[in-house]
């Protein structure tokens, strides 16, 4: 047993301190769903046809049906197209009557839209629609390269300079941009705000849920995770409570993300740094202090000789991502886990950015789909400790990949049915991301977890990347996007059951194998592979 195994021990290993902690964590992931799903509200799309307001000139007085009759065509399914008109003529009104017009074009003038008194978004404001709509998929591809680069970034810079700088640096980027986006005066500025809003998600998700399991014993690791992410399904649900009343994009975009000045200050006061990080680091004052404070909260005292006993520890070399790929079983473990987070992320992102083309109405499947949210992360902490890690992860990849197939074998004129099985899907894909957060945490020792967590959600953000592109694969087969999603997650499950279990096994705090009582026959329980000594020197 660690050190601050022992310390925890005394000082209680889940009091009124940690609980306090992981209470105040689950806040800003009501602001990570605000805006990671927001765009599916911001960037709603309404009925739309070409600007031709030329044929006025002729005759100012056409109803808006005779006017669409004489310069919109219609498809074969009888309606007007929404991105083509007939070519403008110089002929009288009479004359386009009698002999209409044959040649057609694009929108040259631009787009019309039916949308709602007061409603706005992104697509009416900017015009994204025909020859433009792939900037709403374009948008959401780059804000989810946002995600990656501050996987990588601030994963770095948590182990480099601690959890809770990370997250206070994180909260404050994503009020200055979430705020600005608001203000957006094009959709280029709107891309590059959505991108640094993506950063600043990352260091939020990767590192709060952290400090909480940090400060817990690794027992409760689970359940502080589970805890902390738990709250992103009520943001899903407040969100379209919220967008169904504010239906202009840019008063909703302030009022989601102005009470992050709130959340800001009060976590500058509150939000401890990590115990484990201080010491690993070899910052034993700071460590005693926050131990102390810990202590107090917990209405407990910490013999001074465990304190003392910080002093014999010796401050490890600060980890780097490289440490990962020195070490043979981390290299492993860092391989399939990037496999499982990609899947995971794809299956999860391939139906919360499709919500709109279920059939239902976007807001009350929205809504369901936060609903759902919440069986899927709080039930999946007793399976964690029932079943263990391994085998839940491999089971709700594979469930979750199953129904996105499953949603193809429906005829199309059963929306409902359609959306159940969506549904279902949605929970399996929150199942898994909610412990593969778990998982890979326990996975990685504590000078290099950060690091790991990057790692991995480097590739949770190429698949967040892809999968609105992926959706724009369905203009040659409407099944492909759908295929994908689901096929992807069941390849993916199936390594999961190359993985250790980790269940009610103590965290590793240094970059080294399992204690040899802990090991059979001179290898590491984990994965077979023969004791080496190792050090974070290498």
């Not at 660690?2 to 992981?22: D, H, M, T, W």
């Not at 009557?97 to 007061?118: D, H, L, M, W």
């Not at 592109?469 to 199936?494: E, F, N, S």
Request: charged share 15%; hydrophobic share 50%; proline share 4%.
């Amino acid at each position: 047993m660690s050190n601050f195994a022992e310390i925890l021990k005394e000082i209680g290993s889940f009091g009124l301190f940690q609980k306090r902690v992981v209470a105040a964590l689950c806040i800003p992931s009501i602001f990570i769903a605000f805006d990671v799903i927001g765009q599916v509200f911001t960037a709603m799309r309404f009925p739309h046809y070409c600007n031709t307001d030329w044929i006025l000139e002729r005759e100012p007085y056409l109803t808006d049906e005779r006017q669409r009759n004489l310069t919109i065509p219609v498809n074969d399914d009888g309606e007007f197209e929404s991105c083509v008109m007939f070519t403008p003529v110089d002929w009288d009104l009479e004359t386009i009557e009698k002999y209409g017009i044959n040649n057609t074009v694009g929108c040259v003038n631009g787009s019309e839209f039916e949308v709602p008194e007061g409603a706005s978004s992104i697509v009416t404001e900017f015009n994204l629609v025909c020859d433009r709509s792939s900037f709403t998929e374009a948008s959401q591809s780059i804000y989810m390269a946002g995600l990656l680069v501050g996987a990588v970034v601030l994963g770095y810079m948590a182990d480099r300079f601690g959890r809770r700088f990370v997250v206070l640096l994180s909260l404050l980027l994503l009020l200055v941009f979430g705020v600005g986006i608001a203000f957006s005066p094009n959709i280029y500025v709107y891309i590059v705000l959505k991108f640094i809003c993506g950063i600043s998600i990352s260091g939020i998700v990767a590192n709060a849920f952290v400090i909480g399991g940090e400060w817990s014993d690794s027992s409760k690791f689970a359940f502080c995770t589970i805890i902390c992410h738990s709250a992103f399904p009520l943001g899903l649900m407040v969100m379209s409570g919220i967008a169904y009343l504010i239906p202009n994009w840019r008063i909703l975009q302030l009022v989601l993300f102005s009470p992050l000045i709130l959340v800001l200050g009060i976590f500058y006061w509150i939000l401890p740094e990590s115990a484990r990080w201080l010491i690993a680091q070899g910052k034993k004052k700071e460590a005693i202090k926050a131990i102390q404070r810990a202590a107090k909260v917990n209405k407990r005292s910490v013999p001074d000789n465990l304190l003392d006993k910080l002093d014999d520890e010796v401050p490890t070399k600060r980890g780097s991502m490289l440490d990962i790929f020195r070490v043979s079983y981390l290299r492993k473990r860092a391989l399939i886990m990037s496999c499982v987070w990609f899947g995971t992320s794809l299956m999860y992102y391939g139906l919360s950015l499709n919500v709109g083309s279920f059939g239902l109405n976007i807001y009350l499947t929205q809504f369901i789909f936060g609903v759902v949210e919440f069986p899927a992360r709080l039930g999946s902490l007793p399976l964690l400790q029932l079943i263990g890690r391994r085998i839940c992860q491999a089971g709700v990849l594979l469930f979750g990949g199953l129904a996105c197939i499953g949603t193809l074998a429906i005829p199309r004129d059963l929306p409902v049915v359609i959306t159940v099985i969506a549904v279902l899907g949605k929970f399996a894909a929150t199942a898994s991301f909610s412990i593969v957060y778990v998982y890979t945490a326990e996975l990685y020792p504590t000078i290099i977890r950060q690091n790991g967590i990057g790692l991995n959600s480097m590739l949770a953000r190429v698949a967040g990347i892809l999968a609105p592109l992926i959706r724009l694969l369905g203009v040659y087969h409407y099944t492909i996007p759908m295929l994908i999603y689901g096929i992807v997650p069941v390849a993916t499950g199936g390594l999961c059951l190359l993985l250790p279990e980790t269940r009610n096994v103590e965290l590793q705090d240094h970059t080294e194998l399992i204690k040899p009582e802990e090991q059979a026959a001179g290898k590491d329980f984990f994965l077979g592979e023969e004791k080496v000594e190792l050090s974070t020197n290498m």
